[in-house]
């Protein structure tokens, strides 16, 4: 049975029924329509914590969708289901792709800085204190790079860019 079809939730109902009347209305090709429909679907198996299922949608989405900008959103969404999995080095494979297809995604940016600065500190817990910080620089970079784009959020990292002395900006908004 198609995912559409067995939502329990109201909130799952509604946004399958409002999102069924878009694909009907909106002036798109089939294949884009197509697309979406996957995308959709592998959102909603994501929310579920239903990861394979969730993934499998998205590949399908990838192999009809052509738009570059929503591409990098189904790429990732992937990337968030590897980092939930500790699959980092997949994850930052795909964080790497959608950041590709759209630079402009501070949140992918974020996740990326995220998974240097944990690896960073199992690196400081085991005493490798050299690679440690060169993952924490890793980190620093991309959280800047992220801050840029959207500099009313990160508000916890812009602090710890300026405590840890890798940022001498006193206020990015």
Do not use: C
Request: hydrophobic residues 35%; without cysteine.
């Amino acid at each position: 049975m198609p995912r559409t079809q067995r939502n329990d939730n109201f909130i799952d109902k509604s946004f399958t029924v409002m999102a069924d009347i878009i694909l009907k209305i909106m002036p798109a090709k089939k294949q884009a329509k197509e697309a979406f429909a996957y995308y959709r679907d592998g959102m909603s198996a994501q929310a579920d914590g239903e990861y394979a299922e969730a993934l499998d949608n998205y590949h399908e989405a990838l192999k009809l969708e052509e738009d570059p900008y929503d591409r990098s959103y189904v790429l990732y969404n992937m990337g968030l289901i590897h980092t939930s999995n500790g699959e980092h080095d997949k994850a930052l494979e795909y964080y790497d792709e959608a950041l590709e297809l759209n630079p402009r995604m501070p949140q992918a940016l974020n996740n990326i800085a995220v998974i240097y600065h944990y690896q960073g500190e199992k690196e400081k817990e085991a005493g490798n204190f050299e690679v440690a910080e060169g993952l924490f620089d890793k980190a620093a970079d991309y959280w800047k790079e992220a801050i840029r784009l959207a500099p009313n959020n990160y508000i916890e990292v812009q602090n710890w860019l300026k405590t840890s002395g890798r940022s001498q900006i006193d206020v990015y908004f």
